[in-house]
């Protein structure tokens, strides 16, 4: 029976992928995919990953979609709607996609086994560590380097994203979030939200030691709710080159280098933790990760300067 | 008692996902975007609210019936303002 | 068929579907659109290694789980990356694709 409805959401999956990819309009692409976004956290739920739903809800549908959103008002005027090429390009693509498909669903039907996990590993760092949440186990201890590396590529995709302003610019403004006719709506949602958004960032962060939610999904939410309020013209974006804000992007890979250094002398080595001082120096992390987090994927958003610096 | 509580869940999910059912078939049929969105808005309200309503019966303690609650709440505030956006952009001549 | 199965073939689905994006489109911002979709479908691979290495008490495999949370939002960054680098090249009159573009002058900043 619940295959039924698997089958029901793989369905419904294709159908949007299907229509991210044929849509004659961008945006109608840009929409359909914000809904395949949707749909593949749902999926998430059944596969029993509710940190990783939380994330693509947020991230891949929401921020990722918003961004692409923002990338088709700016487009709509200057760029044609590319249209596909002819019908034999199609059928040779077609084939040729068809095909790496076919090898794709032949590895997952002939699966190694028994299949490989490394669950039990985690599960024995779990009780060093002191929390509850095996995700969050391996992102902020067992596999840390990965996390501080990502974090790094966060920081340098944010460089690289302003580092494309033009040199006039350099420093100045993004391009300003706010609708072009701020509606009243948006405006009461700005108004009313954030208290409740900013409450809900902060309680997945703190939840995500001992259950789903963490630094991502909370960073996040808090991004979420400083955009609303620059889209509703409540507030503006700040220069980039201001020092406070360049202090919040550094805050918490800094802090994580630091703790993973610090590691050399107080336990066995580069983000090793001391067993009795993990859990707080783990949640230390994460609130600083969750806000350096929120402070550049709301940057990456809004894009490189776009005006002048002021004087 | 357990009896009537499982009844209840039973009517009240099972009127929720009738509002729903109803809400998704008036966004396929109805001709233009403001009927479509009084459609969804029927789902949200209407057809969450129900669910919920029928859960709360379920919750082990009271905190986690106020996080349905607030779940609730949340959808209204946003799906009420997504839909008064969307209508407004229909209206000034957006989309087609 | 277990669920993971059902959901492993449509992971497969959607790359070939993203690819023929990728390769047919010619704008960019549908090609980073595409590019998207086989990243997803790469994810979904991840959430059945996950789910098949279940063990150990827990109902999945929790590190392909953190793998794929890390991806996730490394590839929103790609794709903030990409946006803004295709903004820019249009803002800078580069040639498209396609060739050189065609209204050069209408460019807005």
Redesign the interface.
Not at chain 3, 50 to 56: I, Q
Not at chain 3, 65 to 70: G, K, R
Not at chain 3, 83 to 88: E, K
């Given at each position: 029976m619940s295959l039924v409805v698997d089958l029901f959401m793989v369905l419904l999956i294709l159908t949007s992928a299907v229509w991210t990819v044929l849509a004659r309009d961008r945006r109608d692409a840009v929409i359909a995919f914000i809904v395949l976004g949707l749909q593949l956290s749902l999926v998430w739920m059944r596969l029993m990953a509710v940190d990783v739903a939380l994330t693509e809800a947020a991230v891949g549908g929401g921020a990722t979609g918003l961004v692409l959103l923002r990338a088709c008002a700016r487009l709509q005027p200057v760029e044609a709607e590319g249209r596909l090429p002819g019908l034999r390009a199609q059928i040779a693509a077609g084939l040729l996609c068809a095909g790496v498909g076919v090898a794709l669903a032949a590895v997952i039907l002939a699966p190694a086994a028994p299949a490989p996990s490394l669950a039990p590993a985690v599960a024995a760092h779990m009780d060093e560590v002191g929390l509850k949440n095996p995700v969050t186990v391996v992102l902020l201890a067992y596999r840390a380097l990965d996390t501080l590396l990502e974090k790094v590529v966060l920081v340098l995709g944010l460089i690289g994203v302003w580092a494309l302003a033009p040199d006039l610019f350099w420093g100045g403004r993004p391009a300003s979030l706010r609708a072009a006719s701020p509606s009243g709506t948006l405006t009461f949602l700005a108004r009313v939200l954030p208290p409740v958004g900013v409450l809900i960032g902060v309680y997945l962060v703190w939840n995500g030691a001992d259950h789903p939610g963490g630094t991502f999904q909370g960073g996040t939410v808090l991004a979420a709710m400083w955009l609303l309020v620059m889209m509703a013209g409540l507030g503006e974006l700040p220069e980039t080159r201001a020092l406070r804000l360049r202090r919040l992007v550094a805050v918490g890979p800094a802090l994580f280098i630091a703790v993973g250094l610090a590691g050399f002398w107080m336990a066995d080595g580069f983000l090793s933790y001391p067993p009795e001082y993990a859990k707080p120096i783990i949640v230390a992390v994460e609130v600083a990760l969750a806000l350096s987090i929120a402070v550049i994927l709301g940057l990456m958003v809004a894009g490189p300067a776009a005006k002048e610096p002021e004087r | 008692m357990s009896l009537l509580l499982d009844l209840f869940t039973i009517v009240a999910v099972s009127s929720g996902l009738f509002f729903f059912l109803a809400g998704t078939v008036g966004f396929l049929r109805f001709p233009d975007t403001l009927t479509r969105l009084h459609a969804l808005t029927k789902a949200d309200n209407l057809g969450l609210g129900l669910i919920v309503l029928g859960l709360l019966p379920r919750c082990p303690d009271l905190v986690s019936a106020l996080k349905l609650v607030a779940i609730w709440a949340l959808v209204q505030l946003g799906g009420a303002t997504a839909s008064q956006l969307i209508a407004e952009f229909a209206r000034r001549g957006g989309g087609r | 068929?277990t669920?993971?199965?059902?959901?492993?073939?449509?992971?497969?689905?959607?790359?070939?579907?993203?690819?023929?994006?990728l390769?047919?489109?010619?704008?960019p911002?549908?090609k980073?659109?595409?590019f998207?979709?086989i990243g997803?479908g790469t994810?979904?691979?991840f959430?059945?290694?996950?789910?098949?290495?279940?063990?150990?008490?827990?109902?999945?495999?929790?590190?392909p789980?953190?793998?794929?949370?890390?991806g996730?939002?490394?590839?929103?960054?790609?794709?903030?990356?990409a946006?803004?680098?295709?903004?820019?090249m249009?803002e800078a009159g580069a040639p498209?694709v396609?060739g050189p573009p065609?209204q050069p002058d209408?460019?807005?900043?």
């Open positions: - | - | 068929m669920p993971a199965t059902l959901y492993g073939l449509c992971a497969a689905a959607l790359v070939a579907i993203g690819l023929f994006g390769i047919l489109h010619p704008t911002l549908r980073v659109i595409s998207n979709l997803s994810f979904l691979f959430g059945i290694a996950a789910r098949r290495g279940a063990a150990a008490g827990f109902l999945g495999d929790p590190v789980q953190a793998m794929v949370i890390t996730i939002v490394v590839a929103f960054a790609a794709t903030a990356l946006v803004a680098l295709l903004l820019r249009l498209t396609d065609e209408d460019l807005s900043p």
